[in-house]
């Protein structure tokens, strides 16, 4: 077996065929859907925008949670604090 057949895992010949027959599918499922290679790629780059947003998005509902405790917490601690040392 040739390098090149070893590297394609097929004889050069084949490799084309049977990407031509993919290829063939492919377009005619994207054809039904009516999408298009920019669609896909737009897609593809959208999937990764929102799921890098919904990341800064649960930090920052992360950090309002903890402000929002330790706008109480502290200021009790605080008060606890100031009630022990007078003991």
Request: no cysteine; charged share 15%.
């Amino acid at each position: 077996m040739s390098g090149l057949a070893r590297f394609l895992g097929d004889t050069p010949f084949r490799v084309f065929i049977k990407l031509l027959v993919i290829s063939f599918l492919v377009g005619i499922v994207m054809s039904a859907f009516g999408w298009s290679p920019s669609d896909v790629l737009y897609g593809i780059r959208n999937f990764f925008l929102d799921i890098w947003h919904m990341g800064f998005r649960a930090i920052d509902r992360f950090l309002g949670y903890f402000l929002l405790g330790a706008a109480i917490v502290i200021p009790a601690f605080i008060i606890l604090r100031l009630f022990s040392y007078r003991k």
